[in-house]
């Protein structure tokens, strides 16, 4: 898996980009790009000597349901059930966020509980979220101003959560509907493509490359499989 995330970060850095947080994405006039991770995994800890090396700033949203040392072994396992994952289930501990943190990494709120927020009722959906951003503010002692729903399509979030999103001070909002990296920039609406380390990197590339503008906003899905 490394060694293919170090062949995408250099085939951009050769190229010209440099990688940086969600703010100087939406202000940069250069060469950007916005690298982000989903979730909570303990192998975002892991990655931070690579990080360093490669001199990449990454935002890492993060869920808060279950930290290791804070929750117990069923949540935890409930927890990755929901991410259908079913690898090494170990997530992060509170000493690894905040050695993440401290390397200059964003942190970022990705819900409380990993769940589709636009089928909850809406008093839950809002408190999942404001549960999470405190819970990072409380455990980092930063601010907490940016934002991933879960699942990251249009269909799993609505413009009533984005507004209360923006009204508890996240700056900006992530989905990750591929496809859509010819849109206009916008703070409640970054544009994020999966990148796929088990493809190889042309294809990932070509996945870049399409304008699924018109098919997302007729469907409400990726042009992108």
Known sequence: MWPAFRQMVEHFQDAGYRFVGPDAFLEAEDRVVFLSFDDNYRCFWTALPLLEELGVVATFYVNTCAFRGRACQAEIDAYFDRLHFFGERVPLSIAELHEIAAAGHVVGAH???????????????????????????????????????????????????????????FRTIANAIPGMQFATRSADRIQRSVWRLNAPIDVNLDNLRVDGRLFQGLTGRSAVG
Do not use: W
């Not at 636009?118 to 930063?142: H, W």
């Not at 940016?146 to 507004?163: C, I, K, Q, T, V």
């Open 111 to 169: 819900g409380h509980s990993h769940r589709i927020l636009a089928v909850l009722p809406a008093t839950e959906a809002r408190a999942d979220i404001k549960r999470s951003k405190r819970l990072l503010q409380d455990l980092t002692g930063q601010e907490v101003a940016h934002f991933s729903y879960p699942y990251g399509m249009r269909r799993h979030f609505n413009e009533d959560l984005r507004a209360f999103c923006r009204s508890i001070g």
